[in-house]
């Protein structure tokens, strides 16, 4: 009998201790969601780590997490960050047991580490970044010793000092002898008559329980101390007034939009627009204080425009429909909106830039965003007519804060990774040769104008139809060439023309259909475009990597 209560209370001590290790990592995050909140949101150890590990992720890792989880790829990655914390948090508690002090010496490594993580990050204001991982270290490690040490001593070997003095002062303790030789194995040869190792149940529950309370509390104080700073950028996003644009959209033509349902409205909705990029804090960017700075190889006359000097400028407003080098082939991300923004090549004639054809020495500009991204952008195809813009506004709202608020760029033509950067903040004309940037760095092509595509909406794969005419339907995009004809094959039969919806502008996607009279059974359905310049889309399949996905588009259905 004595043995088996004396191995629950093994049981219990570790269990206990791994529940202080727990508490000790809840106290060390919350402690550093709240420095964080007052030093910089985007310091704090979770977001570091993250990003840390978003850039050190491989090309085909990060694909297949966009292809798994989409765009929950950021949630499922501080959820991980998390269990791992609460893992090692778990383990570290019970080494505690033992060892209190290298254990709680332990939360100031994995600290440092944040730490580490914090001044590497391209963004790091500044020394200042460091402070949530190493105050979250120091409330974790300070608690994880306390509450240990509530625990009182190990089983069968005498106290240390610091393991009885809070046990045995205060509290009820249940006291259970430790014995030497029980058969737990941790104290052989320890002798008999050391004092017992009482635990401190109240103190224990009293320590745990504020220890809860206070982190929850700084917490809450921090989220709500993130929040208040974001209020600055929430208000200067509502004071934006859009001047209605110098030269604006063509109207789009009734017949853009078949309205048959099941496929992608001619115009995206902010809330339904796709959003890629490595941000795990949404930049919250205030346009009052926000300004664009323009220099680099070429530039006579480098400078920087505030948002009001660009709102100022000749705006114009464009149907373009941006699409992601991650989309497979009929994948979800792509999406069309009307953007309304100044004309990019304007800015960079009037900075003296000239296009490499036109003998100007810079070929890629590089956009940098708030958030340290940098995205590599031929300069030929900014400056060659093209509706190339810093855009301020999607869909006769500011951009919203996902999308770049206050301003980001756009080019017709190119996938994002090239042209679209958010949060932008800084342009440096260089050269191809001089510069990578960051998809670049990472195993992704250094030009990359939009594959031709077509996509089937309806019927969604694996779908049961009825056997007669059935509506297949979807867009298809080849943006700044435009699409010619899309046609449709059922299993291994001829190509059949779809009809085409009117096209509104070259850089938009166009919507398609075909009535297909259905015979009973399972049917392939395949569908291809072809480009404005009568290129048909290459049925040769590519993976995302390293210049977007190539291959066409097919669904199984049964009819019947
Ligand atoms: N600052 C910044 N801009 C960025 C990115 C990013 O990660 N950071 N991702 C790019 C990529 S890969 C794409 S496809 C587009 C997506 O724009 P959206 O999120 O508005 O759809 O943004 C581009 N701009
Ligand atoms: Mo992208």
């Known amino acids: 009998m004595r043995v088996v209560s004396i191995n629950r ?19 060390a995050l919350a402690a550093a969601e709240l420095t964080a909140s007052l030093v910089r949101p985007q310091a704090g150890p979770v977001t570091v780590i993250g990003g840390a590990a978003i850039d050190r992720t491989p090309a085909a890792l990060k694909d297949f997490a966009i292809r798994t989880f989409g765009e929950n790829d950021k949630l499922v990655l501080q959820l991980g960050i998390l269990a791992t914390v609460g893992l090692l948090a778990a383990l570290l508690g019970m080494f ?11 939360v100031l490594v994995f600290g440092a580490l944040g730490a580490a993580a914090a001044l590497g990050r391209p963004d790091a204001a500044g020394p200042a970044d460091v402070l949530p991982s190493l105050v979250g270290a120091a409330a974790g490690a300070m608690v994880l010793y306390l509450l240990v040490g509530k625990l009182g001593g190990p089983v069968a070997r005498p106290s240390s000092g610091d393991d009885t003095a809070a046990s045995t002062a205060e509290g009820s303790p249940i006291g259970i002898e430790s014995r030497a030789g029980t058969g737990t194995g941790t104290g052989a040869g320890a002798p008999d008559h050391s004092p017992p190792a009482a635990w401190n149940r109240r103190g224990f529950l ?15 104080l921090g989220r709500a101390l993130t929040g208040r700073r974001a209020q600055g950028a929430a208000a200067s996003r509502a004071a934006v007034r859009l001047p209605t644009p110098d030269s604006p959209a063509p109207p789009i033509p009734a017949g853009a939009s078949l309205r048959i349902p099941g496929v992608s409205a001619f115009t995206t909705p902010n809330k339904e627009f796709y959003r890629v990029d490595t941000a795990l804090v949404v930049p919250k960017v205030d346009a009052d204080t926000w300004s ?17 000097e660009l709102l100022q400028r000749p705006l114009i407003e464009r149907d373009i429909t941006l699409t992601c080098v991650s989309n497979e082939v009929g994948g979800p991300y792509a999406g069309s909106a009307r953007w309304l923004g100044v004309r990019l090549s304007d800015l960079l004639r009037e900075a003296g830039v000239q296009p490499p054809s036109r003998g100007g020495r810079a070929d890629q500009l590089i956009a940098r965003s708030v958030d340290a991204m940098t995205l590599g952008t031929p300069v030929e ?17 500011p951009l919203p804060f996902e999308h770049g608020f206050p301003v980001r760029m756009l080019v017709p033509g190119l996938y994002g990774y090239v042209s679209a950067c958010k949060w932008i903040r800084e342009i440096e004309l260089t050269t191809f040769d001089a510069y990578d940037p960051y998809w670049v760095k990472r195993g992704w092509a250094r030009r990359a104008p939009i594959k031709t595509q077509a996509r089937i909406d309806t019927p969604k794969p694996f779908a049961r139809t009825s056997a007669g005419t059935v509506m297949v339907a979807g867009v298809a995009w080849a943006q700044h060439r435009g699409i010619e004809r899309v046609e449709i094959q059922v299993d291994d039969g001829p190509w ?40 048909v889309q290459t049925e040769l399949r590519a993976r995302t990597i390293p210049d977007g996905a190539s291959g066409r588009h097919s669904v199984f259905v049964t009819a019947g």
Not at 209 to 218: C, K, P, Q, R, Y
């Open 9 to 27: 209370r093994t049981v219990e001590r570790g269990a206990l201790a791994a529940a202080s290790g727990l508490l000790a990592g809840f106290a």
């Open 96 to 106: 505690a047991l033992r060892h209190r002090r290298t254990g709680a010496a332990g």
């Open 206 to 220: 009293l320590a745990a329980g504020v220890t809860a309370l206070v982190s929850t509390g700084a917490g809450a």
């Open 292 to 308: 664009l700075r323009i220099h680099g190889k070429g530039v006579s006359r480098p400078r920087s425009y505030s948002f009001a």
């Open 381 to 397: 195809e900014v400056m060659d007519g093209r509706d190339a813009m810093l855009a301020v506004a999607m869909n006769g709202e």
């Open 496 to 535: 059949q023309e779809a009809s085409l919806a009117a096209q509104a502008t070259t850089d938009t996607w166009r919507q398609w259909s075909f009535d297909w009279k259905a015979t009973p059974g399972g049917h392939r359905l395949t569908v291809r475009a072809t480009d404005g310049r009568g290129e």
